[in-house]
């Protein structure tokens, strides 16, 4: 069994600096015990843990960079899907416009050669009345004429006409005449 | 100031007598202020945050320069063992650092300084074994079989000149501030010993640590990687 005992330091022997001897082996394993205890204690206690929480922060950042750079190429797939998109958007817009151009262009040349051709005939048209009008006002110029001279054969044969009656009925007849070729 | 490394007390353990020196107590010490440290951050750890802010980021800045230390020096497929260094590195740089409050370095003491290198030197053996194989042990016959003597004590020379360069640079400055303060009147005795402190204990206690800990991935590396 083994036995303790414990001496105050007035037994102690002296002190040295430096020696090699059964001590010397004593105090190594004594110090390598402790060394042990202590690179235990501060590995279980400190240096572990801390390098799992670096570790545990390390990866959560990690994982959130490669979470930001997925995301970043998502965005960025999409960005070039949209890019693509408006640049078929652009072009599909131009061929449109430049087709509305040709067809417009197109409808109006047709637009304008149908004015043309309408204006054409109303303008035929209206010669053709207004030829029609002359000679229906010719007619009725010619018929008035003619109702004038049988008035004024009327007037003449009723009163005995003489020289200056007659000049009166002249004049007045001529002035009818007048009247009638302006209205004309 | 003593140069003697203090035995404060004795115990017997089934009859065989142990010292319980001034390093044993001071690395306990140094021991429970690290895992005390370590058990706060871990308690904060609950409430670390996605963005980093104070405490948060000394925590997160000395494990990932550490990791990131460990990962450039070793290479990936051996950073495994980084936790065992991290704990050196841990413990060299505050022994050194505790010693500017007049606590004893731990790594003023060969036995301290050994142990590391032993462990050190454990490693690249187990390291060296686990991904060379046979290799490892063929390379003890290199270029020729008459060089494994030479080969050999090259190999356990390893850890003694790693253990004594710490030992050395730890225990320099220890000596030098002894000097110091028995050559020096009282006078003398107000403000420089701090800067000399700062100097001895932070900037060269830094650089030992960042050599020793640089050293060993060496060392391991050196043994693991198939050349």
Do not use: C
């Not at chain 1, 109006?108 to 054409?120: D, F, N, V």
């Not at chain 2, 009147?185 to 010993?193: A, T």
Request: no cysteine; charged share 20%; glycine share 4%.
């Amino acid at each position: 069994m083994l036995t303790l005992t414990v001496f105050l330091t007035q037994a102690a022997p002296e002190g040295r600096l430096f020696g090699l001897d059964n001590q010397t082996v004593i105090q190594i394993a004594i110090q390598l015990f402790n060394a042990i205890v202590l690179a235990v204690a501060l590995s279980v206690i400190l240096y572990k843990p801390a390098k799992e929480f670096l570790r545990k922060r390390s990866d959560g950042i990690q994982s959130k960079i490669n979470e930001a750079e997925t995301a970043a190429a998502k965005a960025n797939e999409l960005i070039a899907e949209y890019e693509r998109k408006l640049k078929a958007i652009d072009q599909e817009r131009e061929k449109i416009l430049e087709e509305a151009r040709v067809k417009a262009y197109e409808e109006s040349k047709q637009m304008l050669a149908e004015a043309r051709q309408e204006a054409s005939e109303i303008k035929k048209r209206a010669m053709e009345s207004m030829a029609e009008e002359k000679k229906r006002l010719k007619e009725e110029a010619r018929l008035y004429i003619i109702e004038v001279a049988a008035e004024m054969a009327k007037k003449y044969l009723a009163e005995a006409i003489d020289d200056a009656v007659q000049e009166r009925i002249f004049e007045e007849t001529i002035a009818q005449l007048e009247e009638a070729q302006w209205r004309n | 100031m003593d140069l003697n490394i203090k035995n404060l007390w004795v115990v017997y353990i089934g009859g065989v007598e142990i010292w319980i020196t001034e390093t044993i107590v001071n690395t306990w010490i140094i021991m429970a202020i690290l895992i005390l440290l370590a058990v706060i951050a871990r308690i904060r750890m609950t409430r670390f945050s996605l963005v980093p802010r104070g405490f948060q980021n000394v925590i997160e800045t000395v494990v990932e320069l550490f990791d990131n230390f460990a990962a450039g020096a070793l290479g990936s497929s051996l950073s495994y063992i980084a936790p065992w260094f991290f704990m050196v590195f841990a413990f060299i740089l505050s022994s050194s650092l505790f010693s500017v409050f007049g606590l004893r370095a731990p790594t003023a003491d060969w036995a301290t300084t050994f142990t590391l290198a032993f462990a050190t030197f454990i490693l690249m053996l187990f390291m060296g074994f686990r991904h060379r194989k046979g290799g490892y042990l063929k390379s003890f016959f290199g270029p020729h079989p008459i060089f494994f003597p030479l080969n050999l004590i090259g190999e356990l020379a390893k850890p003694v000149s790693l253990s004594f360069r710490l030992f050395g640079n730890m225990l320099s400055g220890t000596i030098i501030l002894a000097i110091y303060y028995q050559l020096t009147p009282w006078l003398m005795q107000i403000g420089i010993p701090a800067l000399m402190h700062a100097f001895f204990d932070v900037v060269i206690g830094a650089l030992q640590t960042y050599i020793f800990v640089f050293i060993s991935f060496m060392y391991i590396r050196g043994a693991a990687a198939d050349n």
